[in-house]
């Protein structure tokens, strides 16, 4: 009794600020919205075997996650659905899910990087939150082949290096254009998802007024 | 968890064909702590995909200095795949030791003694709403698709897809609060689950410390 309350590492600086029992529930429908297009849409796309899957199953969930931000707007919930889509996945899902599951927590973790830009959620916040995650799915690649190869990861990347530039006769240094182009690439997705992602949130508002008007619910 | 996290650390730091003790700690440790695991592990269909990939892809970068018939492969990229793939292997084994013998419940607990306060409440919402979220997103594609909505205008039909989807879970999200008001529910009354600790983790967490010492340091 009389016992400080524990500052809770989500919400340093926030004083006093929790999450209440709305905003987890919300917290936890849009983790398991995220969990859900995870296996409908991403198993859809894995079997058309098309390019750059990863980066836009990375932009549909963040958009995911940013509309959510939009319904529970505190620090930490971007990420706090992060974590509750990476554990559903590992645990309700099965096979091997640490590579989609460490994504998730970096994009999820990233994109709560950009909201710290803006106090409240706006429409510029949310484009930079999801450029900075769906970035992610450029660094996640040599995050897991440096787990898989281990130090000689570097070895492998000059070998690759080597004979991607003579194999088209290019100089080594436009590999590292190429590179930063597939960067960029994945900066603008990320962007564009965030921009989607707020005109979602104001269409779904739209949508709840409407169908709540005259009912009576808590603000 | 320690032993997931021990694990990951010696799978990503040993060098070369040390990946193969750290195969053997894994396995070690799947026998120790869940044998179920190891079945389970056998079992995953991805091991003999990830085996060819790993060796299939060391095999045509580097130098090409092993004649094997018809195919000139590199002979350190073929080593240097299949210490991928035992890398892989133990990652694999360290994943299914820990889904088998963690449960959701006490990783919840895990993560709300370091400050996710309430995710343990929130965990139990996303696992009972998924199936409902799930069933939800498949009606309204069916009935997206009966319109012809996919062929005529598919990126509408998407938006349309995910706003309506969106708005339904979030009719869900109400009614769930609702039940929880109603019911008197406060996340700070519920005190987070509490850490099993036994002594046996200890002993598990020495011998991880001494194992990676031994792996590494030599």
Redesign the interface.
């Known amino acids: 009794m009389g016992e400080e309350p524990?500052?809770?590492?989500?919400?340093e600086g926030q004083g006093e600020m929790?999450?209440?029992?709305?905003?987890?529930?919300?917290?936890?429908?849009?983790?398991?919205?995220w969990?859900?297009?995870e296996?409908?849409v991403g198993s859809y796309l894995h079997v058309l075997n098309l390019p750059f899957i990863g980066t836009f199953m990375a932009a549909l969930g963040i958009?995911?996650a940013l509309?959510g931000r939009s319904?529970v707007s505190k620090r930490g919930s971007v990420f706090?659905i992060g974590?509750?889509?990476a554990?559903?996945k590992?645990?309700?899902l099965?096979?091997?899910?640490?590579n989609p599951m460490i994504a998730i927590l970096f994009e999820s973790g990233l994109a709560e990087v950009g909201l710290l830009a803006s106090a409240r959620p706006r429409r510029w916040s949310f484009p930079l939150a999801g450029a900075l995650a769906v970035s992610w799915d450029f660094f996640h690649q040599f995050f897991t082949q440096?787990?898989?190869?281990?130090?000689?990861i570097l070895?492998?990347y000059g070998?690759?290096l080597d004979?991607g530039s003579g194999l088209l006769g290019v100089d080594k240094s436009a590999g590292v254009v190429l590179l930063l182009m597939l960067l960029v690439v994945r900066l603008v997705i990320g962007a564009a998802a965030g921009l989607?992602a707020w005109s979602?949130a104001v269409?779904?508002r739209r949508?709840?007024d409407s169908?709540w008007e005259g009912s009576p619910?808590e603000a | 968890m320690v032993a997931f996290a021990g694990t990951?650390a010696l799978?990503?730091?040993?060098?070369?064909w040390r990946?193969l003790e750290v195969l053997a700690l894994a396995a070690l440790l799947a026998i120790a702590l869940s044998p179920e695991a190891l079945g389970r592990a056998l079992r995953?269909r991805?091991w003999p995909f990830l085996a060819l990939l790993?060796i299939g892809l060391g095999g045509l970068?580097?130098e090409r200095d092993l004649a094997m018939g018809p195919l000139s492969l590199s002979a350190g990229?073929l080593a240097?795949g299949a210490?991928?793939l035992l890398?892989?292997l133990s990652?694999?084994l360290a994943?299914h030791t820990l889904?088998t013998t963690l449960s959701?419940s006490r990783?919840?607990g895990a993560?709300e003694r370091?400050?996710?306060?309430?995710?343990g409440?929130?965990?139990?919402?996303?696992?009972n709403?998924?199936p409902i979220?799930?069933r939800n997103?498949?009606d309204v594609t069916t009935a997206l698709r009966l319109r012809g909505g996919f062929r005529r205008r598919p990126l509408r039909a998407a938006?349309l897809l995910?706003?309506t989807?969106?708005?339904n879970?979030?009719?869900?999200?109400?009614e769930?609060?609702a039940a929880?008001?109603a019911r008197g529910?406060?996340?700070?009354q519920n005190p987070p689950l509490p850490l099993a600790w036994q002594k046996g983790d200890l002993a598990l967490m020495l011998f991880l410390l001494l194992s990676g010492g031994l792996i590494l340091g030599r």
């Open positions: 524990r500052r809770h590492i989500l919400l929790k999450f209440t029992v709305r905003d987890l529930v919300y917290i936890g429908l849009f983790g398991a919205l969990g859900a297009l296996l409908g958009c995911i509309v319904f706090f974590v509750v889509t554990l559903l590992m645990f309700s099965g096979g091997i899910v640490l440096g787990i898989l190869a281990g130090r000689g070895t492998i070998w690759v004979q989607f979602l269409a779904v949508r709840l169908a619910r | 990951l799978a990503a730091l040993a060098p070369e990946a995953d991805s790993a970068i580097g990229g240097m210490q991928m890398r892989a990652i694999l994943v889904t959701l990783v919840a993560f370091v400050g996710f306060k309430g995710l409440f929130a965990l139990g919402v996303a696992v709403a998924l979220v799930q997103f498949q938006r995910l706003l989807t969106t708005v879970s979030v009719k869900h999200a109400e769930i609060v929880a008001e529910f406060r996340v700070d």
